[in-house]
């Protein structure tokens, strides 16, 4: 740039020079015969040449300022002269062109998501739905005076009442944790008394399943976390009913472990069970994800209960993790804050 200035003025000077020698001394020399048009030429070349990269410039400068306004992060619109100009803005266009392209691929994932959970959605509305429709037609035509079915049909229906009512507040608890709305709250508790009052209330469910509910040893200190009781109850109770839930069908057990580490107290949740695949693990936490569709159904999971999990340890600050071998069995496990 400094160079084809200097050449500018350069120039500038030796026309001046030729044309006053003419004007001056009114006489023709070889230095006005060769150099007058060497030296025009070369000036009017230099100062085209200028003015044409000055208004390139200022179009790729337009170019180069719409596409770092495209970027939603980008605040610095001014373009680095001191290199090459052409191979910036190149390389702008490339790492534009590299972030719609990556933009556009998130955007059909969550396509795909979005379709693949409207259809998991009216799935599991639809089985109710209809289920309730068929016992109120039986009972309509007809079944109501036929006293060995109209009071079964009855709860039949409020039965798939509130298996709807059940997936849609999951759902809601869902939305709520996801867009941050959930509050939670939060105090000291012992996370001990609340997993025995989870495996107290899971009893009857348990022995049905031939499953036993246990701590790994004996706790006799309380163990306080700082977390929402509430909400740690949800996780702890859906981690114990898929213990029951997919435990084999000769029976097993489940086993709630504590682990003192640092800041946090780590929880598991390890059953004997039927095991997950490798390749469902990644899957499990997804809403309506279900390895197997047609146990779950006929154990009258949705598959929002490992979703909901998630959530909640997520909005205490923490991740769910999962190990699991199919065949010999799953655990879940989470930290909470410790308390002192
Ligand atoms: N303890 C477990 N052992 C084996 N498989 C499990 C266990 N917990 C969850 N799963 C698998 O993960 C899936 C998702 O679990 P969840 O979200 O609780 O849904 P649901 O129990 O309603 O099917 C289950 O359908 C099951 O296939
Ligand atoms: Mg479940």
């Not at 003419?22 to 060497?38: E, R």
């Not at 200022?58 to 373009?79: E, G, P, V």
């Not at 509305?125 to 009972?139: E, R, S």
């Not at 509130?162 to 809601?172: H, K, Q, S």
Request: aromatic share 10%.
């Amino acid at each position: 740039m400094a160079l084809k200035c200097a050449m500018l003025v350069a120039g500038a000077v030796l026309l001046i020079g030729a044309i006053s020698e003419y004007f001056v001394y009114g006489k023709t020399t070889w230095f006005s015969i060769l150099l007058f048009p060497a030296v025009a030429g070369i000036s009017s070349f230099v100062f085209v040449s200028f003015f044409i990269q000055q208004f390139i410039i200022a179009k790729i400068r337009l170019i180069y300022k719409t596409i770092r306004s495209l970027k939603k992060d980008s605040q610095d619109l001014n373009l680095n002269f001191s290199r090459d100009l052409l191979k910036e803005v190149n390389r702008e266009v490339i790492d534009w062109a590299d972030d719609q392209r990556k933009e556009i691929e998130v955007l059909k994932e969550k396509e795909n998501f979005r379709r693949e959970f409207i259809g998991n959605l009216a799935h599991e509305i639809k089985t109710p739905i209809f289920a309730i429709q068929g016992y109120i037609l039986t009972l309509l035509e007809g079944g109501m005076n036929d006293p060995r079915i109209n009071k079964k049909f009855l709860e039949k229906a409020s039965r798939s009442t509130d298996r709807m009512v059940a997936m849609i507040e999951d759902l809601d608890s869902i939305s709520q944790l996801e867009s941050g709305k959930l509050k939670l709250y939060q105090e000291e508790f012992d996370v001990v008394a609340l997993a025995q009052d989870i495996i107290d209330s899971l009893e009857m469910r348990a022995k049905e399943h031939n499953v036993t509910l246990k701590f790994n040893k004996k706790y006799d200190k309380p163990i306080l976390v700082h977390a929402d009781p509430n909400r740690i109850s949800q996780v702890l109770s859906n981690l114990l009913v898929n213990s029951i839930n997919y435990a084999k069908p000769e029976g097993g057990e489940t086993e709630i472990r504590f682990f003192d580490i640092d800041e946090d107290i780590l929880i598991e949740v390890a059953d004997n069970g039927i095991g997950i695949d490798q390749k469902d693990i990644p899957r499990i936490f997804e809403r309506f994800f279900r390895v197997d569709k047609h146990r779950s159904r006929h154990t009258g999971g949705s598959g929002l209960g490992l979703s909901i999990c998630k959530h909640i340890i997520n909005a205490h600050g923490y991740t769910m993790d999962v190990r699991s071998t199919k065949g010999i069995g799953t655990t879940f496990l989470f930290p909470l804050k410790k308390v002192g």
